[in-house]
């Protein structure tokens, strides 16, 4: 995409904290939507964000958010900014309506409309009953949800949210993302979503940008970074039987039975058809028959490797 076009732009961007380099990037574009931002830990997501933030400053380079450099425009850029740190470390006496009203406030808005905020954002990501209680009174999924609301109370352009579902169990995990993926499609804003679980930037993301030692091995749009990989894909009832059919009839199967998942070789186009009939002839059910795509977990390590 166009870099004009871009909410983040770096350029030559370098950070480092003593003799150790966190962050060395020649270019990076970060456009409008969802992106995931993926790396093992220390892989310098953390470190990113915070030059974003204009919390410090690079050592070589440039970096621009919504055309503004973070560090010499730093409170003009955070008013435009959401963000939800790692951590959770929060104040445990403030009820969380205050704390989501405080931040508002810091944002710039006056303390009517700012208490009014707050508790909407706290309706929004479904703590309306519990706005009263105090923060150290809340669990583990309702404080990630906390920081969710008071990242968006001041209506942001961007919104950065740095491992938003850690600590949360899998129906906490997907409640969360579901409202992430609010926040980014119906409330206008955009999402810059950091973490380390695949899944979930796969789930929900619609760009990708990859981070390995502190390096940019890829970024782009996630159909394009897990597109087609050429051949089918093929669920079916009995794997070892189809595949020794298939073989026989000259398909030539890829890779071995994955819980009655085969690949096959080949043009999809050409062979759905007979692969479809050589399982009814062995009538072996077939529950699924798609173009082979790679999911996300394998371009990632493909790419770090």
């Known amino acids: 995409m166009a870099t004009g076009d871009a909410l983040v732009h770096a350029r030559g961007l370098v ?8 962050l060395d990037v020649d270019e990076m574009v970060i456009p409008k ?78 303390p009517t409309p700012a208490k009014t905020r707050a508790s909407d954002a706290l309706w929004l990501v479904g703590l309306g009953e519990e ?10 999924g309702q404080l990630q949800r906390v920081k969710l609301a008071q990242a968006i109370v001041h209506d ?16 906490q995990r ?6 992430i993926h609010r926040v980014g499609t119906e409330f206008g804003m955009s999402v810059v979503l950091s973490s380390h679980v695949l ?10 940008v990859v981070l390995a030692e502190g ?51 080949g043009d999809p186009d050409q062979l759905s058809r007979q692969i479809r009939d050589v399982l009814a002839a062995e009538h072996v059910a077939l529950r699924r028959l798609q173009p082979r795509t790679a999911h996300l977990a394998d371009v990632f390590l493909d790419m770090v490797e």
Do not use: W
């Open 15 to 22: 950070r480092r904290f003593g003799a150790v380099t966190a």
């Open 33 to 110: 939507g969802i992106t995931g931002m993926i790396g093992p830990n220390g892989a310098g997501k953390t470190t990113l964000l915070g030059l974003m933030l204009g919390l410090h400053a690079a050592d070589a380079g440039e970096i621009s958010v919504l055309g503004l450099d973070p560090v010499r425009a730093g409170p003009e850029v955070r008013s435009r900014i959401g963000y939800a740190p790692e951590h959770r470390r929060l104040p445990e006496d403030i009820k969380a309506v205050d704390f989501v009203r405080h931040i508002a406030e810091v944002h710039g808005i006056p």
């Open 131 to 140: 706005r009263g209680r105090p923060l150290g009174t809340l669990s583990t």
């Open 156 to 171: 942001p352009r961007l919104v950065l949210l740095d491992e938003p579902t850690d600590g949360l169990d899998p129906s």
């Open 174 to 179: 997907d409640s969360m993302l579901s409202l």
């Open 199 to 208: 899944e979930e930037v796969e789930r929900i993301c619609e760009g990708i």
């Open 215 to 265: 390096r940019l091995v890829a970024q782009g749009g996630m159909a394009e970074l897990t597109g087609a990989l050429g051949g089918i894909e093929l669920d079916c009832g009995d794997a070892p039987r189809a595949r020794v059919a298939l073989e026989r009839a000259g398909v030539r199967v890829d890779e071995g039975d994955r819980h009655g998942v085969l690949l096959v070789a």
